[in-house]
């Protein structure tokens, strides 16, 4: 009986042993890791990465490590509360703020393919280091892991409510992965960014909230470029400018309009 159970003691310990193993090289690899993409690589970006010159014209957006990110390429005129009624109305979502208890919710939904709606997305700068005044969101499925996605900075209108030029990043987020600078867990966006702003438009001028439309071509020099990921992207580098109609505008027509 003892040789017996001796026996099998001696076949699990390599078992026991494997295990060890694997959960020290986890306990090593995981901080390793976590140092290298989230502190030392974008450390180093800050360090060597170039911001547009004071006062220039937002063009493009830039991460928090300066990496140049994704391309201006749209623009609302209007109110802060005619930006954030014509995205509802358009079917929009605006996005929650980042905090401990967001991101954590998100990170579960994105990984258990659970719903949220209004998930929180990264910070993105313009005009050295302003970060966005809001963003919108429509989810593809349940989770976060594939969303329609928008970023809007206030540009002229002084700090009143008065009507502004809101620039937008418009792109699409087509699945989690990591990023090809930092190593940083992040969503890769699909390259064809001037579809994604013409759904936004599109959808603005099915909800009736569009009260003119502009293209400002060349707005981008560059019509091929990388994002702060590091995902490629494709442009015709045109910006397109909506002036928004006011929800009393939008609703005044609708009462006035000749019924069948």
């Not at 014209?57 to 009624?85: C, Q, S, W």
């Not at 709606?117 to 593809?140: I, Y």
Request: charged content about 25%; glycine content about 10%; overall charge positive.
């Amino acid at each position: 009986m003892t040789s017996l159970s001796g026996r099998k003691r001696r076949r699990h310990r390599p078992a026991i042993l494997r295990t060890l193993r694997s959960a020290t090289f986890l306990a090593l690899t995981v901080p390793a890791y976590a140092m290298l993409a989230y502190v030392v690589l974008p450390a180093v970006w800050r360090r060597h990465e170039t911001l547009p010159r004071e006062g220039a014209f937002p063009r493009l957006t830039y991460t928090a490590e300066g990496i140049p990110a994704d391309p201006i390429n749209v623009a609302l005129v209007g109110t802060k509360d005619d930006v954030a009624a014509a995205m509802r109305a358009a079917g929009w979502t605006q996005a929650d703020r980042i905090t401990f208890r967001s991101g954590l919710r998100d990170a579960g939904c994105v990984l258990f393919d659970r719903p949220y709606s209004s998930a929180p997305m990264s910070t993105h700068f313009v005009a050295r280091r302003r970060p966005q005044d809001f963003a919108f969101e429509q989810l593809v499925g349940r989770s976060p892991r594939r969303r329609h996605h928008v970023r809007f900075w206030r540009y002229g209108g002084g700090n009143g409510g008065g009507r502004a030029v809101w620039l937008g990043a418009a792109s699409f987020d087509r699945s989690l992965g990591i990023s090809h600078f930092t190593g940083e867990v992040m969503h890769h966006i699909d390259p064809r960014i001037d579809s994604e702003r013409d759904k936004l438009i599109e959808d603005l001028g099915h909800a009736g909230r569009i009260g003119g439309l502009s293209r400002l071509a060349g707005f981008l020099p560059a019509r091929r470029g990388r994002n702060g990921g590091g995902d490629w992207y494709l442009t015709d580098g045109r910006l397109a400018v909506v002036v928004l109609r006011p929800p009393a505008a939008v609703t005044s027509s609708s009462s006035t309009r000749p019924r069948a």
